[in-house]
């Protein structure tokens, strides 16, 4: 009887699965990455062409004026542009430099040395502080707190309570200091994933042949990652162009526009001065700037890697 009812159960029918057109397959990845790429054209693109558009007019407030090509012919020769460039190049080079020297010399000790990789973790605490905390930081041990000279002077280094925004270049080393401090993490983590990705034979046979750990460094290592540290470096200085926080906070552009960035530059000119169009001219033009040195160090470092 259980066996006549086991047979008279109708079994549940199976279910056939529709396979998707082909033209839908090749959609699929697009519709599900389309959203995104909507949204990165909205907050990036429409915001560049907007400022495009509007370098073309004088805009005070709700009033436009076309002037075509005026706001860039200014610009052209206005001498405080071109100082902020300057000091945007010599403030951001100087930084750039001692950023990949310290995050180089920090990660060819840490990628091989156990106990240092246990603690990589602590060299990346800085890089997780907001940059306006940062910025205030820094400014409370220059300037408000006198951190800096009370050390000084108690090493004997210093007589007395030190101005450091009545000197250009004591002014640009706080910027300086303060940019090395946060970002060198950043070129850090960078350069020992890459020493960690290499070919650890490469460096045994070497090792074999007599060859020491610095010689190692330089001589195979160091080459190896040459794509790697001009990508990092590029990137980085990409984003030292557009130093602001640490100007807004602890110098102003003072002593007398010496620390006075590009990115500063454009916020007084826009949204001191209300010269919206020709902050826009001068966003532009450091935008193309930039574009153009990162491509030719890109460009130029990977022919020579090539060759």
């Known amino acids: 009887m259980a066996e006549g009812a086991a047979q008279a159960v109708p079994k549940a029918p199976t279910r056939k699965l529709r396979r998707r057109s082909p033209a839908l397959r090749k959609a699929f990845p697009y519709l599900l990455v389309g959203p995104a790429i909507v949204y990165l054209l909205v907050i990036t693109l429409y915001p560049g062409l907007f400022a495009i558009y509007q370098s073309l007019f004088v805009v005070k407030f709700v009033s436009w004026t076309w002037t075509g090509y005026g706001n860039y012919l200014r610009i052209l020769q206005d001498r405080e542009f071109w ?3 300057w000091n945007t190049m010599v403030i951001g080079g100087i930084s750039l430099t001692l950023q990949a020297v310290i995050a180089l010399t920090v990660a060819y000790f840490a990628y091989r040395d156990t106990f240092i990789r246990g603690w990589r973790i602590v ?45 250009i270049w004591l002014a640009r080393m706080t910027l300086i200091v303060a940019d090395v ?3 060198t993490p950043f070129l850090f983590i960078i350069f020992v994933a890459a020493l960690q990705s290499q070919d650890q034979e490469v460096e045994e046979a070497a090792r ?23 990508v990092a ?6 984003d030292i162009t557009t130093m602001f926080t640490n100007v807004y906070i602890m110098t102003q552009g003072s002593p007398g526009g010496a620390t006075e960035t590009m990115s500063y530059f454009i916020y007084r ?12 001219a001068a966003s532009v033009l450091m935008l193309v700037i930039t574009v153009f040195i990162a ?13």
């Open 181 to 183: 401090w946060q970002w």
């Open 208 to 230: 074999l042949d007599g060859a020491s750990w610095p010689a190692i460094f330089w001589n195979i290592s160091l080459p190896m990652m040459r794509p790697i540290i001009v």
């Open 269 to 280: 000119q826009g949204f001191r001065m209300f010269n919206f169009g020709y902050a826009s």
């Open 123 to 167: 060299f990346l605490m800085p890089m997780l502080f907001m940059p306006s905390a940062v910025a205030f930081i820094w400014k409370l041990a220059f300037n408000d707190g006198r951190v800096i000279s009370d050390l000084l002077m108690s090493l004997g280094l210093a007589s007395g309570n030190i101005d450091w925004l009545a000197s």
């Open 295 to 307: 491509q030719t160090v890109v460009k130029r470092a990977f022919k020579s890697g090539k060759s």
């Open 233 to 238: 470096v590029t990137l980085r200085g990409i």
């Open 83 to 85: 100082a902020a460039l």
